[in-house]
């Protein structure tokens, strides 16, 4: 008997040439959808923009929230310089860049491209920030291998001209008046005080928190702030089409994931990042997300 032999498969002919022609079809899919998350959404930056209502205003202040940058071997210098470059061209410039957390993933051998990117940040507006969960610290060291504490990041951070605020707050001025901003450290790292940047009364200013994991509005729900920046999600990180579920979110509540939302008369945003974990991406781009105040 000659040739390939036949299976009729509800009346159609399927043979052994074309199941390898599908079976190679559905390989060339897959190894496309891998190259996509990799090499193509991750730097596939949106620029949002969003007004954030704070009390006594508007304030007449655009303000650039960002976070996740994740420096590692899986988000490279490219994507990074990328984003900065990106952020350079925006007009107007914004009154301040606020970074929630993650600037790397684990330990960082080489950290000069990194520092590099942050004082050219640093030189487009003034920079605030708080330290996540890879940042160092308890979770770090034993989760990543990453480092015991956020001393590295922090001496980064500081010779780039930044200003963290771990724990600590500090005043902005805008071009309609003042805000608070206060920073707490990291939930998952242990390191949260909020007794030192918070306080369990209504201050004379309004009060911007930034704090990494979205899910710390549940441990200061006796303190004030009025609204709360924050990162750690990656929006998803990777997002199913048409029924929009999200498989990977480290947070308890999942009800908050990305952009504006009222919690109890207070506002989060959330922020999808810069970076991701492994570098991957899909159908969740990266952000630089403008807030209007």
């Known amino acids: 008997m000659h040739g390939h032999p036949k299976i009729n498969i509800k009346g159609s002919p399927f043979n052994r040439r074309t199941f390898l022609k599908l079976f190679a079809a559905g390989g060339l899919a897959a190894a496309g959808g891998a190259s996509y998350m990799k090499f193509f959404e991750p730097g596939n930056f949106q620029i949002t923009r969003r007004r954030l209502h704070l009390p006594g205003g508007p304030y007449g202040g655009t303000l ?7 420096a ?22 914004p009154n301040a860049i606020l970074i929630t957390g993650d600037f790397i993933t684990d330990r960082l051998p ?13 030189k487009i507006a003034p920079c605030y920030l708080t330290y996540g969960n890879h940042d160092g610290g308890g979770w770090s060291g034993f989760a990543y291998r990453g480092y015991p504490n956020t001393d590295f990041v922090d001496r980064i951070c500081t010779q780039a ?12 001025e805008l071009p309609g008046g003042r805000v608070i901003l206060a920073g707490v450290g990291d939930l998952w790292s242990g390191s949260m005080r ?12 309004p009060v911007l928190l930034l704090s990494h994991n979205p899910d710390t509005k549940d441990r200061l729900t006796s303190w004030h702030w009025d609204a709360m ?24 509540d999942k009800r908050f994931v990305e952009g504006l939302y009222n919690w109890h ?17 899909f159908n969740c781009p990266p952000e630089l997300s403008l807030l209007q105040v």
């Open 194 to 205: 909020p007794e030192l940047s918070l306080k369990t009364f209504a201050d004379t200013l």
């Open 64 to 70: 650039l929230h960002i976070s996740d940058l994740h």
């Open 229 to 252: 920046l924050c990162g750690h999600t990656h929006g998803g990180q990777c997002v199913v089409p048409v029924f929009g579920w999200r498989p990977v979110l480290p947070v308890k």
């Open 265 to 281: 008369g207070r506002t989060l945003h959330i922020t999808r990042g810069v970076g991701s974990l492994l570098g991957l991406r």
């Open 161 to 172: 001209g930044m200003y963290p605020l771990v724990n600590k707050r500090t005043e902005l």
């Open 110 to 122: 080489h950290p000069e491209g990194l520092l590099g990117e942050l004082q050219r940040l640093a």
């Open 72 to 93: 590692s071997d899986e988000v490279n210098l490219g994507l990074l310089r990328k984003a900065v470059r990106i952020i350079e061209k925006i007009r107007p410039v």
